[in-house]
């Protein structure tokens, strides 16, 4: 890392973990203490420590926009370099915007748009363009998903840090799940940054209105088997956590290719995220992977191995120059 932090094996191990998934029980904090002979005290001090230092950036429950019926996309923009601030500006407005890059590309503006199912999504890119004054742009929904992983490989020389940074490959769409005004309401309450108290489902049912825990534990539970919520876990801040290096990289391979590279490409550490998205007009780039490293290096040995994987007919690198916005998505906010 390059925070001036030091953490035992144990706190290594127990901030590996806590990135993977918290335990749906009574008292998780509890629970994963003793994974690392730490007592539940213990666990908490550090996790509070952590966000004081700005190491963890949100704890708690990760949702699947698409089964909640949400469209969403990575747009890009083509725009004068002059324009990119003010663009950036009029595109972070929009509430439906979690994160927002310049690029070094033609496309210089990439950032991901998310709306519920009674907006129409092309409706909202078009708007934004006009108002960014864009010469062009690109929309590029998701066709499949080959890995979604925020977990940062801490212990690199561990096979259990590489196994829980490598993520899960060929996950499946899932089908888009109905939800009533009660449950939205508890997707509110659950989305936001949960509490580091010893029985935060305590405090998440008297929120909801209700007396028992147990109810709103059991309804989480079935919600994680539908996909609904993909885990409950930390989101750690790349750059303070060591990982200064990010990198969008797009591969052109043949369509017949794209599920073998695409879970390939899936199971390197440093891969965060891997899909195939649509093609446009003058984009023959169907694969996509973010590679977070600690150095250019680093990155540019990944690169190296995917090539190898890959064979890929093209591919362009697409580095992050400036950061405009990265946030979280409020959905039925």
């Known amino acids: 890392m390059n925070m001036n932090i030091r953490l035992s094996l144990e706190e290594q191990k127990l901030l590996q973990q806590i990135q993977a998934d918290v335990p749906l029980v009574s008292r998780p904090f509890d629970h994963l203490g003793r994974a690392f002979q730490m007592d539940e005290n213990r666990v908490l001090a550090c996790l509070r420590a952590w966000k004081e230092q700005g190491l963890i950036r949100w704890l708690g429950a990760v949702f699947s926009t698409r089964s909640l019926g949400y469209q969403s996309t990575l747009a890009a923009f083509s725009l004068a370099p002059e324009r990119i601030e003010e663009a950036a500006a009029i595109v972070n407005q929009h509430p439906g915007v979690t994160h927002n890059y310049q690029r070094d590309h033609e496309y210089n ?26 010469a062009k742009w690109i929309s590029l929904p998701v066709v499949k998903t080959y890995k979604i992983s925020l977990i940062l490989p801490l212990i690199e020389e561990e096979q259990e840090g590489k196994k829980a940074a490598a993520g ?44 028992d825990e147990k109810c709103l534990i059991d309804r ?3 919600w994680k088997e539908q996909g609904i919520i993909r885990r409950i876990a930390a989101i750690l801040r790349h750059h303070q956590a060591g990982f200064t290096i990010n990198w969008m990289v797009a591969w052109q391979v043949e369509g017949e290719r794209i599920d073998e590279a695409g879970e390939r490409a899936a199971h390197n550490p440093l891969v965060s995220h891997c899909y195939q998205r649509a093609l446009a007009a003058d984009w023959a780039y169907p694969l996509f992977t973010m590679i977070h490293a600690r150095s250019k290096e680093q990155a540019g040995s990944a690169v190296e191995e995917l090539c190898r994987l890959i064979e890929p007919l093209d591919y362009k690198i697409l580095p992050t120059i400036r950061e405009f916005k990265k946030v979280r998505l409020k959905l039925f906010a």
Do not use: C, H, M, N
């Open 168 to 211: 899960s490959s060929s996950l499946p769409e899932g089908q888009s799940f109905s939800v009533t005004e009660e449950e939205k309401a508890l997707i509110r309450i659950l989305q936001e940054d949960w509490p580091l108290v010893p029985a935060p489902w305590q405090v998440f049912a008297e929120q909801w209105g209700y007396s």
């Open 109 to 134: 503006l990439w950032f991901t748009l998310a709306v519920p199912p009674e907006e129409s999504l092309l409706a909202q890119i078009e708007s934004l363009a006009k108002a960014s004054k864009a």
């Open 220 to 222: 989480v539970r079935r």
